[in-house]
């Protein structure tokens, strides 16, 4: 019954909607690429070099958004960029999510001196720029998708376990709680089964902008060379190499920074929606 | 002397909706009542049976999906519902003042208790800021808070539930309304506090003749300390009569249970008669009377004939087809 | 049950004992390393003694620490010093198994009915919490032990697979009551377990809890702030402020002749209904104290009492008597 109602709900939303759309837009793009994209993103054409969109290169080739310094079909790039941004999004955010999620717990449900250790792992944690760690860690452990994700994870968890942790703390005084324990349940049962399913709402609200903001930073460190190796397509990669033709070929860096603004909107404006309608109605 | 100049507050027919999902609630279903200058008059009722409504009615102050949709509210003659959005701002906190249940949020936390007090005082009677602050420690002394020197610049965190309900009261009070509207302003406390609560406000309405309009589920109180009482169920009042007639000679089934569901504290272990099922809310048509599922003295048709008000003996109103259908 | 049938119950082992329960919160005040921590003596120093199959009553007003005690009963909160002994055997003493097993023997029931069920639970599965806890396993078995208790409390199996929010609090207040009783115990703690009912509720509750203690021989420790909900269900009847207890009496005994001041003002500030309108002038009490106004060493009502003497504050008054105790200076004293 519950589900039916937020169904309905986010189809009358339009915010809701166009976020979806959006998100829907990208997922799929990622998953079908090799279907979706008109040409090979790796293939080089220098004879359809920095052509405009909408153009057709001397040899024939129709390109919807243009080519690149290197003539590959900015449209395919797109396409295939997406799943870079996406999966490091997802899988970050999940990462960070369940680190972040289980040290709240934790420290919300126990206090005192873990709770001390772990908020002030949380100070530490955002008193560093996460680029910086990002690039030390980077060089540390070298380039490549799997450590950019570990990066990415260790910048976002800390959210979650501040927001799990204020959750956990009014509510494990709530009655029911109590209730729980004079049935004679140990803890972790309390926490897994009594606490985190209503401390969860705003989760999944994090969670939506947490992938927002995780897209962002990839790109970001694409944009520094820091990503994932300049063969494979991502949208900060294709915005790094788009600057410098800026004022000869605009298409270049614009079209994939609208691609991650649009990817950003879309993911926020659907965190919006649940958030005004997922909290309260869950509140505790 | 023309009997009207006597009434403070005639409240005719009113009807309140509420937007709800999927439609609206009747709130407050078709409520009539008078309250005379000087009399102190109960409105009782369990959580749903629309006595917080009526007072958000009158003042105006219903949330934003409840709207008046008939009906009239004459304060000493002016009608309130269809009053002027500035008429209202001039009369709330002036000459009609309400205090509400829960002391701990009806104050705002960052200003001081002089400053919320002095307010009133400000906006309605046009006091500078010194003149203000002479009138609140009148005020504050009034209602017993001692160190009102002190006091004046604390904040409301600093108080406890009873003194916060005594500021309250000192806020209500500061313009000498003709009508105090408390909803459930003893609830919240304790049984010792309340007591010492309601004697201020009984002290306070003698010294400036206001009516009050006392609202709470609790008989015990209204039976105390009003005049006449007012018994509502589902949105509309059931029964009406004085204090002493509506104690000694409940005519309603649903005053009578109330009465007979109550632990008393010198009866001792014997079996309450409670009223079963649950106090409905009212959405669509209302067909009959709304407490006959209820009702241990139900009849045929009372599920499809609505009941009048009528008046069986001067002074005392009760809506029930056991006592006729017709007025 | 009469007075005498109590006291026998009494000269059995109590199936509830506290001796000298202390419980203490502390709240730093001031910087970090340089503060002080105000100790707030949340219940301070109470014994009591609970028969089998009685029902006492405690009567406290807000700030005397009934409900801490309560909680502190059941080992839900951490006690200070002092000991909770069921069946006589100290609960927080056996291995964490045992005293688990001990633990469930004694249930709480909530003042809140929306605060003490899971909101993320289904009905029946709050239930089914409480008889798993128990042991048992086999579903046919719980299903039908579940169908049994919701039957009970009297609720239908309609009301077994929705969420608690779509239930009335007096309806929920119900469920609690049948989580309560899934692991059987023999001890229920009920805090203001009507409080926050609306009054034609009330008596349904109340009825409800009568009807189970006969059913199941129910030992009860009823915490209300309302002396007619005492009266209800009350054998015997202790009094609490600020801590400690300051009268303890068979329930007709404190109904008919109410000895301490603080007992005597509860009594007086109690609205009246039988008197049917008249205005019956209360008496007025002195006003709250202010915080850190009440005395050390001394007499904790001394700042309201209306029987006070610069006596009281020399020494805390003890509980003397023999059936009927009271912690005051000046009982028996006249005026």
């Known amino acids: 019954m519950e589900g039916h109602n937020f169904f309905r709900e986010m189809l009358r939303s339009r915010k809701a909607m166009f976020g979806v759309c959006v998100v829907s837009l990208i997922v799929l793009s990622a998953i079908f690429s090799p279907w979706l994209a008109p040409y090979d993103p790796g293939t080089q054409n220098l004879i359809g070099r920095l052509a405009k969109p909408l153009a057709t290169t001397a040899d024939g080739r129709f390109h919807l958004l243009g080519t690149d310094q290197l003539g590959r079909d900015i449209l395919s790039r797109l396409i295939y960029g997406a799943r870079v941004s996406l999966l490091v999004g997802t899988v970050a955010s999940l990462i960070a999510g369940t680190l972040g999620v289980t040290l709240g717990l934790i420290a919300g449900y126990f206090g005192g001196r873990i709770d001390a250790m772990i908020m002030r792992l949380c100070d530490v944690q955002l008193a560093l720029p996460y680029i910086l760690i990002a690039i030390s860690v980077l060089a540390l452990l070298g380039n490549g998708l799997i450590n950019i994700i570990i990066v990415l994870s260790l910048t976002q968890w800390v959210t979650y376990a501040r927001v799990v942790r204020s959750g956990t703390l009014s509510v494990k005084e709530k009655e029911f709680v109590l209730a729980a324990k004079a049935l004679g349940f140990g803890s972790p049962k309390i926490m897994l089964r009594y606490v985190l399913p209503n401390v969860f709402a705003p989760v999944i609200v994090i969670a939506t902008f947490s992938v927002a903001q995780t897209i962002i930073a990839e790109s970001a460190l694409s944009f520094l060379g820091l990503s994932v190796p300049p063969s494979i397509p991502s949208w900060g990669g294709m915005l790094a190499d788009g600057r410098t033709y800026l004022v000869v070929a605009w298409w270049l860096a614009t079209l994939p920074g609208l691609a991650i603004t649009f990817t950003v909107i879309g993911v926020n404006l659907f965190g919006d929606w649940l958030r005004d309608h997922l909290d309260p109605k869950l509140q505790v | 002397m023309n009997m009207t100049d006597n009434i403070t507050l005639e409240v005719e027919d009113l009807y309140t909706h509420i937007g709800v999902q999927g439609g609206e609630v009747r709130g407050v279903d078709g409520v009539s009542f008078v309250i005379r200058r000087g009399e102190v008059f109960g409105l009782a009722g369990e959580s749903g049976s629309g006595k917080s409504m009526t007072a958000f009615s009158i003042m105006r102050l219903l949330p934003l999906r409840g709207r008046v949709v008939q009906g009239s509210v004459r304060f000493k003659g002016e009608d309130l519902v269809t009053a002027s959005a500035e008429r209202i701002s001039a009369l709330r906190g002036d000459r009609v003042a309400m205090i509400f249940q829960d002391p701990m949020t009806s104050l705002n936390p960052v200003f001081t208790i002089g400053d919320q007090i002095g307010e009133s005082l400000r906006q309605h009677r046009g006091m500078n800021a010194s003149e203000a602050r002479v009138k609140t420690m009148q005020l504050l002394e009034s209602v017993g808070i001692g160190d009102a020197d002190r006091r004046f610049g604390s904040y409301p965190h600093e108080f406890s539930g009873g003194m916060r309900q005594r500021v309250m009261i000192a806020m209500a009070l500061a313009c000498s309304p003709d009508l105090l509207i408390a909803d459930e302003p003893t609830t919240a406390l304790d049984v010792t506090i309340e007591k010492q609560i309601l004697a201020l406000i009984e002290e306070l309405r003698a010294d400036i003749g206001a009516a009050i309009l006392l609202i709470t589920h609790n008989l015990a109180l209204l039976a105390e300390h009003c005049d006449r009482i007012a018994v509502m169920y589902a949105g509309q009042i059931v029964e009406t009569a004085s204090t002493e007639e509506l104690l000694s000679k409940p005519l309603h089934p649903y005053t009578k249970a109330l009465l007979g569901s109550m632990p008393r504290s010198h009866i001792s272990k014997g079996r309450l008669k409670p009223v079963t099922g649950l106090p409905p809310t009212i959405t669509g048509e209302r067909r009959g009377c709304a407490f006959a599922p209820r009702c241990p003295a139900r009849m045929a048709h009372c599920d499809s004939v609505g009941p009048l008000i009528l008046e069986p003996e001067p002074g005392h109103q009760v809506r029930c087809l056991l006592f006729g259908e017709r007025p | ?335």
């Not at chain 3, 005395?295 to 029987?307: D, K």
């Open chain 3, 1 to 335: 049950m009469t007075v005498e049938n109590s006291m026998d119950a009494l000269a059995q082992t109590p199936l509830v004992e506290v001796v000298n329960l202390r419980k203490n919160f502390s709240k730093r005040r001031g910087l970090p390393f340089f503060g002080r921590d105000d100790v707030v003596r949340a219940v301070d120093g109470v014994s009591l003694k609970i028969g089998k199959g009685q029902t006492l009553g405690l009567v406290g007003e807000s700030g005397s620490g009934k409900s801490t005690l309560g909680r502190v009963l059941l080992d839900l909160v951490p006690r200070t010093a002092g000991s909770v002994l069921f069946e006589g055997q100290e609960i927080g003493g056996a291995s964490v198994a045992a005293s688990r097993a001990l633990r469930r023997r004694m249930q709480i029931v909530f003042q809140d009915p929306y605060a003490s069920l899971n909101p993320r639970m289904l009905v029946g599965e709050s239930i089914r919490e409480g008889l798993r806890a128990g042991g048992m396993s086999d579903t046919a078995q719980i299903e039908s032990r579940l169908g049994e208790l919701v039957a009970a409390v009297g609720l239908g199996p309609e009301h077994i697979h929705i969420y608690p929010h779509r239930l009335s609090g007096g309806q929920r207040q119900r469920v609690a009551i049948a989580r309560a009783l899934s692991v059987n115990p023999s001890f229920i703690v009920a805090d203001e377990p009507v409080s926050a009912l609306d009054l034609s509720i009330q008596a349904q509750i109340l009825n409800l809890l009568a009807d189970l203690q006969a059913q199941f021989g129910l030992t009860y420790l009823l915490i209300s702030h309302d002396l007619n909900v005492i009266r209800y269900l009350a054998d015997y009847v202790a009094v609490m402020y600020r801590g400690r207890i300051v009268e303890e009496a068979p329930a007709e005994q404190l109904f008919a002749d109410p000895q301490h001041p603080y007992t005597q003002l509860l009594f007086s500030a109690l609205p009246k209904i039988d008197h049917r309108g008249k205005r019956v002038a209360r008496g007025v009490a002195a006003s709250e104290p202010a915080r850190g106004a009440v005395p050390e060493g001394g007499c904790a009502f001394y700042p309201r009492c209306v029987r006070a003497v610069p006596a009281c504050l020399n020494a805390e008054p003890v509980l003397t008597g023999n059936k009927h105790r009271t912690a005051c200076f000046r009982v028996g004293e006249p005026e």
